[in-house]
Structure formats: C-alpha cells, structure tokens
C-alpha cells in the first residue's frame, strides 16, 4: 500500500503540475508555441485524466494530492461543462437548408455506404474532401437521383480532391490557391440559390499541422505530430480564407476538414469571423478523428479531436447539429440543419 501511494502521489503531482503550467502558459501568451498548442488539442481526454485521478486519491485519502488536482480540474470543468449543456434552437420560421461535410478518406474501401447514409440523411448540400481518386469524376452516379448538381474537383488540382453535391443548380464555381507553395490545396468555391437567394458555399481541406511531408497518404499523422508538429503553413491557409472572406458579400457556409481543434489558437481567429455550427446547436466534445478503420490493438479508442466543422455567416441560426456515424473513413461526419434569418 505504500508503494502505491507513493507511485500514486508521484503521478498525479506530476500530472497536476504539468497541466497547471499549461493552463498559466496558454493564457498568459498572446502566440501560441507548436508544443503549447499540441497538448492543448488534447486538453479534453486530458482533463478526463484529471477526473481519473481524483477517484484513487479520494478512496486513499491522499488529501494533498486531491488538492494538486483541483485547480486544473476546476479549470477544465469551467472551459468544458457548458458543452455538454442543451442550447436553445433556432426557431423554424423560416426555410431550412440542411448540410452535411465529410473526409471521405482516399482509402475508403466503404463508399457504398456512405452513399447509403447520404441517402438516408436527405442533406440539401454536402461538402466532401478527399475523395478516392477515381471516384466521382464523372458523377456519382448512385447520388444522381438526389444530387443532379455535382461539383468535382479536377483531377490535375488534386488527386484525391473535394467534391459539392446539392439539390440546387451550382453556378460560379471557381478554385482558388489557399498556398502559393503547395499546389494541392485549393479552395472549392460555388454559389447556389435557395428559395430566391443566393448562398456561397466554401469546400475546405486544409495541411495538416505538420513541418514534414508523410512518408505516404495513409500513414499514421497522430504518431508524427508530437515530434513535428506545427501549425505555421495551416495557419497561413487560414489567414488567406478569412481575407476572401472578409470581402464575401453574400450569406456563406464554409465546411470541412480544417485540420484544426477548438483549442487552436487560432480558432477564436475564425470563430470570430464565422458561427461554429456545431457549438451553435451540438452537444458534447464533438470529436471526428482519428477514427480506427481496422481492428487493432487501439480499435477501441474513439476519435479524439474535432477537426471537420460546418461554419456560417451570420445569415443563418443553427437549428441542429451532430457528428455522424463511421463509414470507412478516419473521419467522421458532421451535418447541420440552419435557418435563414
């Protein structure tokens, strides 16, 4: 018994302290350091490490450490409780545009169902990023009957590009470079009229946090960040979507894989030029990626951060929004139901 108490007052002092200083750190900064942000993007499972702890060194009576814990603890619980909290929403007067945005994965060996999941939401809009390379160029011809207006990325832009799929005609589409040095990430833009006005609609698939290229499309990125992250050239693609956002004049909806958590630094940036959707109208941490695709030994971990987001202008009120089921990607699905004001 000793023994583990020792071990016990070893870890959670450490633990304690380690978080502590990361909460002083965050909020005293005015950037962000790579490796500040990095363990901030983990901050909720983090926070549950924290609860964890409390159990054993309640049931010991270890009371120093408890009090170690609860500064950290009463910090997370103030910054996560009201996620799990009801919002009041959007009232229905008016028409509603249901959308949907999803990394399909280029490894997605399962896009029948995603088809079948497509159907069975009705969304009136979706926003699709990295669709398998052959899939789609011509159509999707099983959507057809539901989408009769699709948007695909040309194969020379990217290989496994992004996609529009909507029940109202697509006109002006054009893409735009989000980074002059990296020619793959381009910015799906189109408008489409619902109900006599006009909405632009932003497809978005943003670098990934990294100072290095993956060895390959499919390797593990969770397992290289700690080592190289950096959120410098994600940061810059952000920037550059906020100015052409800044000169949109007509009501907007920006969705998909933006790489980024709501604990970003700079994610009050956009929050404070877009509405989050799902903070809007979804309940709890909302997390998409990574999802386990394959049974292995981390199979049972759910998806840890919340990377793919559903953003509007402040045209539309947030009736519902929710994160969907897995269909072969390392994502999961987000939708929304928003009412135009």
């Known amino acids: 018994m000793r023994i583990l108490k020792k071990a016990l007052m ?29 363990i901030g993007d983990f901050l909720p499972w983090e926070i549950l490490g ?29 910054l996560y409780a009201p996620y799990f909290i009801p919002t009041s929403p959007a009232p229905l007067g008016n028409p509603a545009l249901r959308v949907a945005a999803f990394n399909v994965s280029c490894q997605n060996m399962q896009l029948a169902k995603v088809e079948e999941w497509l159907r069975q939401l009705d969304p009136d809009v979706v926003f699709l990023q990295e ?40 006109r002006d589409f054009k893409y735009v470079r989000l980074d002059p040095s990296i020619t793959a990430y381009w ?8 109900n006599q006005r006009v ?18 499309a499919d390797a593990p990125a969770l397992l290289w960040m700690p080592v190289h992250y950096d959120q410098t ?39 404070t030029q877009m509405h989050d959707a799902f903070r809007a109208a979804g309940a709890g941490i909302g997390a998409t990626w990574p999802v ?17 987001y559903i953003w509007t202008s402040s045209d539309f009120a947030v009736r519902t929004a929710a994160v969907g ?12 139901t928003l009412i135009s004001k």
């Open 292 to 308: 386990q695709r394959r049974a292995t030994l981390l199979g049972w971990l759910p998806p840890l951060l919340r990377i793919d």
């Open 50 to 78: 924290l609860l964890i702890l409390l159990a054993p060194n309640l049931l010991l009576g270890c009371w120093w450490q408890v009090m170690l814990l609860i500064p950290a603890t009463v910090a997370g619980i103030v």
């Open 325 to 336: 089921p897995q269909l072969g990607s390392d994502h999961l699905p987000v939708y929304a």
């Open 131 to 170: 669709l398998p390379e052959s899939y789609g160029i011509a159509g999707i011809a099983a959507l057809a009957g539901v989408y009769r207006y699709q948007l695909r990325e040309p194969p020379q832009l990217r290989t496994c590009g992004n996609m529009l799929l909507s029940r109202y005609p697509i």
């Open 10 to 38: 070893v870890l959670t002092s450490s633990y304690a302290l380690a978080l502590t200083v990361y909460f002083i750190v965050r909020f005293s900064l005015p950037t962000m350091d790579p490796w500040v942000e990095f």
């Open 233 to 271: 050239e994600r940061n810059q693609q952000i920037e550059r979507l906020l100015r052409i956002l800044a000169e949109e004049k007509l009501p907007f909806i920006v969705a998909g894989d933006f790489n980024m958590t709501d604990r970003s630094g700079i994610y009050r940036r956009v929050a």
């Open 199 to 216: 909405v632009s609609l932003y497809n978005v698939h943003l670098v990934k946090p990294l100072n290095v290229r993956l060895p390959r």
């Open 187 to 194: 910015l799906q833009h189109a408008t489409i009229e619902v």
